[in-house]
Structures are given as C-alpha cells and as structure tokens.
T-cell receptor
Framework: DADVTQTPRNRITKTGKRIMLECSQTKGHDRMYWYRQDPGLGLRLIYYSFDVKDINKGEISDGYSVSRQAQAKFSLSLESAIPNQTALYFCATKRESSYEQYFGPGTRLTVT | LAKTTQPISMDSYEGQEVNITCSHN???????ITWYQQFPSQGPRFIIQ???TKVTNEVASLFIPADRKSSTLSLPRVSLSDTAVYYCLVGDEDNAGNMLTFGGGTRLMVKP
C-alpha cells in the first residue's frame, strides 16, 4: 500500500464550486504539505503543517484553506473554485529533522 | 530566501555521466542542499542531500565546493529511465517556507 495517498486522483468541477482534496499518510510523519504544479513549472507551496495544531501559509495560499484533522490527514479546500486553479496538486509528508519529503501521486484538478 | 538557478534543459546519451549544476549564491549558513527527481504526472522523489564537500549514495553523487555557492548533481551512466526533471532546493529544515522552493528544475533528456 502507498505511504501517501490522495483522493480524488482526478476531478473536474465548475467555477464557483467548493471542492476538497484529501491526503492521508501512514508514515507517521508530523509534517505535511500541499503544493500545486502548473504545466511545465515547478511546485509551489500552498500550505504546510508541522503538527495538528500548527498550520502555516505557503507561497500561494490565497483562495485555499486547509484542515489537519489528525496526524495522518491533511485536507485542502478550494472555497470557490476558479479556472486558474486548474493544476496538479501534490501532498507531501516529512519527518522532523529530515530533508526527505515523500509525495503522494497527485490530484489533477480541472475547473471549467 | 536562497534562490537557485539551474539550466532549463540538458541532453545526454545512455551510458554517459551527467552533471547538473545549481547556483545558489546567497545560501545561508544553516541551509542544506537537496535534489529531487520528478517523472511526468508523478510527485517528486528525493535523490540526495548534502551540506558540504561530497555525498554519494546508490543513485547519485553531490559535489559541493567550499564556498557552497553552487552544487553539482552527478548521475553516473544514465539510462533512458533517468529522463526526468531534476530540482535543486536550498534551505533550512526548521524553516519550511524557506526550504520548500522548487523552482523550474532541469529537464534531462537521455537519448539512446
């Protein structure tokens, strides 16, 4: 079984809809992250969480919110989706004191 | 925030050694250097990490000069399956917003 899972893997939604992307991990890591990747570009950090009570904005948090329901779960919400939020979204986890992040398979989101 | 500069793309042939250099002129004392590999539509995968001098693991070597203003990822005897995007990251593990800047990466194309 995969250590970091993301659901859904693909999603098409309409402008203005609220959508939630979910991430779960079985690695026991405290730190979790959400990124987006646009075609041909690198990853940009949206939000990150060092533990259940510690959530921080990343480089591009506007239009997004997150929830850390448990150590193993970190959800990303788009309150009112817009077309320029069409992207590939990745969740990642990391153990404190390590530089190695473990990424999920990604969620391809299309906003029409 | 340590900014990194990498070549946009590189071509190589199977069996050759590939060296990808990353410039990070304003690297801070506490910053580490980390390299990731990403295949299309997959999350990045950790390759190697270092602070100074040379680090080697089963897949790559990382060369860091004494001034630490650059680093070179060396892939020995590449194969077609090494075709991917390679990202250099520089930052301090305790400052997640600092270290998690992927940038555009280097697209490596390995030809037969």
């Amino acid at each position: 079984d995969a250590d970091v899972t993301q659901t859904p893997r693909n999603r098409i939604t309409k402008t203005g809809k609220r959508i939630m992307l979910e991430c779960s991990q079985t690695k026991g890591h405290d730190r979790m992250y959400w990124y987006r990747q646009d075609p041909g570009l690198g990853l940009r950090l949206i939000y990150y969480s060092f533990d259940v009570k510690d959530i921080n904005k990343g480089e591009i948090s506007d239009g997004y919110s997150v929830s850390r329901q448990a150590q193993a779960k970190f959800s990303l919400s788009l309150e009112s989706a817009i077309p320029n939020q069409t992207a590939l979204y990745f969740c990642a986890t990391k153990r404190e004191s390590s530089y190695e992040q473990y990424f999920g398979p990604g969620t391809r989101l299309t906003v029409t | 925030l340590a900014k990194t500069t990498q070549p946009i793309s590189m071509d190589s042939y199977e069996g050759q050694e590939v060296n990808i250099t990353c410039s990070h002129n304003n690297i801070a004392t506490n910053d580490y250097i980390t390299w990731y590999q990403q295949f299309p539509s997959q999350g990045p995968r950790f390759i190697i990490q270092g602070y100074k001098t040379k680090v080697t693991n089963e897949v790559a070597s990382l060369f860091i000069p004494a001034d630490r203003k650059s680093s070179t990822l060396s892939l020995p005897r590449v194969s077609l399956s090494d075709t991917a995007v390679y990202y250099c990251l520089v930052g301090d593990e305790d400052n997640a917003g600092n270290m998690l800047t992927f940038g555009g990466g280097t697209r490596l194309m390995v030809k037969p």
